[in-house]
DNA sequence: ATGTTC
């Protein structure tokens, strides 16, 4: 355990501020699954020292290393003391997300078309590395209406419908994009990769609610025990990276100007308010449209499968992102303040009543999607009325072992056979990437959930088990 | 996460 660490109430510690902190830091976790996280707990303190931070740097239960910033890790800053935004606060995968479909059929009456339905997904689902896409785009003119009007311009161009965009976190689109701050080595990786999974923990699965624990909060999201779901999990795919990688080395050029320093260069950071924090934030709106309008994208193709194999419709509970940085009203010391919201590896989370929720969830709270490790439980969670981390918690398992680590255990093939035993039909994109996520790499998604939930983060809704995956 | 080290 981490030296600093005080023990400081249910599933939460902290780190007073000593050094370069202005603020404390808060980690809502166990014990247990602090224990690995050993070098997150550095870069949780680290975080505190960003110029203009707000409050204390949090953790969710589920954080890991990341760069810079911890995966897992929520900080916000105050534009008007000079706050700054770090895109490593953000992360590479710009907007990494994850949306819910909940089918009008039953895990049951579906089970004898359920192989049929994998195969039908297997071919229409693009995945792994720089490999295939449901859309082609010869370039940036193009791709302007995916990065100002994200899953609104899909539905615009006929995939999809209203419903769905009521269904979107900020109704499917982020404002303020700004396609010009784009470069054109990210335009040229995007316009490739629209509506594509990518690799790594990726995935689509067919799910089945196995639990429900709020019934009323389960109805007004559309969900019932015994129901097939759909999960999307994926993200900004090359673009996102490639816009990261370009505005981490700009405002590394210009930290000295703004007379910045921080405690690991991989915190790189410009003020909210200046050219190079202009520039971050428009671009990373860009690629979070994108991420939005992939996600859409890849449910249209899930949806007519779902129509031709089973005569089953899809409709969207929720999309949510994990990564993304936000400028918000938030109350601090009694004061409503606008404060720009780092999220990485970290969900927001709106209690019940918010005016940014739909009216059809109103009154249950905003849907929080958890995804959970190939093979186990995922979750749907909801937000609570007074949050602390202004309005965020967990957002999957978390890593412990990398991704070499974990490819030296089981072998890809080996874990196939084990999950197809298990009756899980597995639609892999490649064995070394299937070996990856192995289930050992990652902590308990449960244990994630129950730490949120008992550091009074957010509530659970239900819980999913897996009936097919098709893996990025 | 990522044309898995421009």
Redesign the pocket.
Same mark, same amino acid.
């Given at each position: 355990m981490h030296a600093d660490l005080v023990e400081d109430g249910p599933y939460r510690f902290r780190i007073e501020p000593t050094g370069a902190m202005r603020v404390p830091g808060v980690l809502f976790a166990s014990r247990e699954l602090l224990a690995p996280a050993e070098n997150a707990i550095e870069q949780v303190a680290h975080v505190a020292a960003l110029p203009g931070v707000v409050e204390a740097s949090y953790a969710m239960p589920d954080v890991h290393l990341g760069?810079g910033f911890p995966i897992g890790g929520v900080a916000a800053t105050d534009p008007r003391e000079g706050g700054v935004v770090s895109p490593g606060g953000v !992360?590479?995968?710009i907007s990494?997300g994850v949306r819910l479909l909940a089918a009008d059929t039953d895990a049951s009456g579906l089970a004898p078309a359920l192989r049929d339905l994998m195969d039908g997904l297997d071919p229409v689902i693009p995945r792994g590395?720089?490999k295939g896409a449901v859309w082609h785009l010869p370039g940036r003119r193009d791709l302007t209406g995916i990065l100002t009007g994200g899953a609104r311009y899909a539905v615009e161009q006929g995939h999809g419908n209203e419903r769905d965009l009521r269904r979107c976190e900020d109704a499917g689109a982020v404002a303020d994009a700004d396609p010009g701050q784009v470069s054109e080595?990210a335009v040229?990786?995007g316009a490739r990769?629209v509506g594509s999974l990518?690799?790594?923990?990726?995935f689509l699965e067919v799910q089945r609610v196995a639990e429900v624990y709020d019934a009323d909060a389960a109805g007004a999201f559309g969900l019932r025990p015994g129901q097939v779901c759909v999960m999307i999990h994926?993200?900004s795919? !090359?673009l996102?990276?490639?816009i990261c990688t370009d505005h981490v080395r700009a405002m590394e050029a210009a930290m000295p100007r703004h007379g910045i320093e921080v405690p690991d260069r991989q915190l790189a950071c410009a003020p909210v308010d200046s050219a190079e924090g202009r520039a971050y934030l428009g671009a990373m709106a860009a690629a979070a449209n994108y991420g939005r309008a992939n996600r859409q994208l890849l449910t249209e193709a899930a949806r007519r499968v779902f129509r031709r194999v089973a005569g089953a419709r899809l409709d969207l509970v929720y999309d949510v992102s994990h990564n993304l940085a936000k400028l918000e009203e938030h109350v601090v010391d009694g004061e409503p303040r606008r404060l720009c919201v780092h999220r990485k590896g970290a969900t927001r989370a709106l209690p019940p009543g918010h005016p940014d929720l739909p009216p059809d969830l109103r009154e249950a709270g905003q849907p929080v999607l958890i995804p959970g490790t190939m093979g186990t439980s995922s979750y749907v969670l909801t937000g609570v009325p007074g949050a602390p981390a202004f309005s965020s918690t967990c957002h999957g398992a978390g890593?412990v072992q990398s991704?070499h680590q974990a490819a030296r255990g089981v072998g890809g093939r080996q874990l196939r056979a084990a999950l197809e035993e298990q009756g899980i039909a597995v639609r892999p994109s490649?064995w070394r990437g299937l070996a990856e996520?192995a289930p050992d790499a990652y902590k308990d998604v449960s244990a994630v959930v129950e730490a949120a939930e008992g550091a009074g983060l957010c509530r659970k809704v239900a819980r999913l088990v897996p009936l097919g995956v098709v893996k990025?």
């Open positions: 760069y !992360g590479f995968d990494c590395m720089g080595r040229e990786r990769q990518g690799s790594g923990n990726h994926c993200g795919r !090359g996102g990276h490639q890593r991704r490649s996520e990025g």
